[in-house]
């Protein structure tokens, strides 16, 4: 397994790179101190298994690296992991592309346990979330919704009525990577299955 780690603070990262180890003895993990240098990492190494990422850095701000690191390489998982405990934070990264978000006050196991969950094909959402006042609740406006290219044709394949697999092979993507998008299309849309996450988008114009 390999992880890319990226945070400007050296000893947040040795920490991390020390956490991940655990994870077992064949993890490889690369470390980057901001979005320019990750992007780079990312363009170079195809054989990255997820990205652990802060959210506040210099330079390039952490959901723009989110979204770049989605259309470079839509296949490659994205998990946030901050210092802010705002549900709106959760929200706009996990619309730009992320498929989870660990608060950094958080037990060291739940970023080990966040990184499980993800590589097969879930999403994480912390739970704080579970106690997001209403102005948590999900967009529904075209205005307000912000998904990437690829959960744009993972949606269209949903409105095609296209299974997981099939829309897995039409994008040559891995059907779990399908999978993930699709749970953050509907978590986006504010939807509890696909049918309703369709009737969605074609309301607000986001699918045919």
């Known amino acids: 397994m390999r992880l890319l780690i990226v945070d400007d603070h050296a000893i947040l990262r040795e920490g991390l790179t020390a956490l991940l180890q655990q994870l077992g003895p064949e993890t490889e993990v690369l470390t980057a101190d901001g979005g320019a240098s990750a992007l780079d990492i990312a363009a170079r190494r195809s054989d990255l298994d997820v990205v652990i990422m802060d ?9 723009a ?26 929200r706009r990264v ?9 608060p950094k ?13 993800v590589l097969a094909g879930e999403i994480y959402v912390p739970p704080l979330m579970l106690n997001a006042d209403g102005d948590s609740a999900a967009p529904t406006s075209t205005q307000a919704v912000h998904l990437t290219q690829r959960q744009r044709e993972v ?4 409105s095609r009525g296209l299974s997981n697999k099939r829309i897995a092979q039409e994008l040559g993507l891995a059907e779990k990577t399908v999978k993930a998008h699709i749970t953050v299309v509907l978590r986006v849309l504010g939807a509890s299955n696909r049918t309703q996450a369709v009737t969605i988008a074609r309301d607000s114009g986001l699918a045919a």
């Open 105 to 117: 006050s958080a037990d060291p196991n739940t970023l080990l346990s966040a990184i499980k969950l």
């Open 55 to 63: 959210l506040a850095m210099p330079g390039m701000d952490g959901g």
């Open 155 to 158: 949606l269209t394949g949903m």
């Open 65 to 90: 690296v989110v979204e770049r690191l989605g259309a470079l390489r839509p296949d490659l998982p994205v998990i946030v992991l901050s210092a802010s405990e705002s549900a709106a934070d959760v």
């Open 94 to 102: 996990l619309a730009l592309g992320a498929l989870g978000y660990v």
